[in-house]
């Protein structure tokens, strides 16, 4: 027998049987209150469109804890570029990257070094200090910051060439897909009330 959080704990077997009625109680209070305190518990989605021209932003994104399948996802990514698709992780400028860690992947192919300087430029800048802003702003718990893993999805077409403006709408749009992933919006009635009117832009 020995002594934890929740008082003392007997071993029986290999499992660890609660000693009393109390003790569970306790216990499940505990997790309770973990859980109450614990903002981001599952992994989340949000995705966001900034912007105009060939310098829109189209951001999807994915937010998850360390040991989830998001970072198998992140960790698998990031091993295995491929070529024109060489994720990179996210930085404020460099040796100093944003907590949650965030990797980026390009959603279209990088053909030439002009192209690349884009992503390992503004868009990487960009989004990391969207990421600092949202835990700076309570989006994200600061407390939780180094628990969680994201992935950003990014969108710079091949005619991009403004980095002010490929800086600026990739930043809105990834604070606002923070924002809608850890809102959980549009919320499923949301998403019925448009599925009949909504105007896709590029359909």
Request: charged share 25%.
């Amino acid at each position: 027998m020995f002594s934890c959080l929740c008082g003392d704990v007997k071993i029986r077997n290999g499992r660890n049987v609660l000693g009393t009625k109390n003790h569970t109680m306790h216990f499940y209070k505990v997790l309770i209150e973990v859980k109450e305190m614990t903002k981001i518990l599952n992994s989340l989605v949000g995705e966001a469109l900034v912007g105009e021209g060939p310098e829109v932003a189209h951001i999807d994104l994915v937010i998850g804890r360390k040991g989830s399948a998001v970072e198998t996802a992140f960790m698998n990514s990031l091993a295995m570029p491929r070529q024109g698709h060489s994720p990179l992780l996210a930085v404020l400028e460099p040796n100093v990257t944003p907590k949650p860690a965030t990797l980026l992947v390009n959603k279209v192919t990088m053909k030439n070094v002009a192209q690349a300087s884009l992503m390992f430029g503004p868009a990487q800048a960009s989004i990391a200090k969207a990421v600092m802003d949202s835990v700076d702003e309570g989006v994200i718990p600061k407390e939780e910051a180094e628990d969680l893993l994201i992935i950003v999805s990014v969108f710079i077409e091949w005619d991009a060439k403004d980095k002010d403006k490929i800086y600026e709408f990739n930043y809105e749009a990834t604070k606002l897909a923070i924002k809608r992933a850890v809102d959980g919006t549009p919320t499923v009635d949301e998403a019925l009330a448009k599925k009949d009117s909504a105007a896709h832009p590029f359909a």
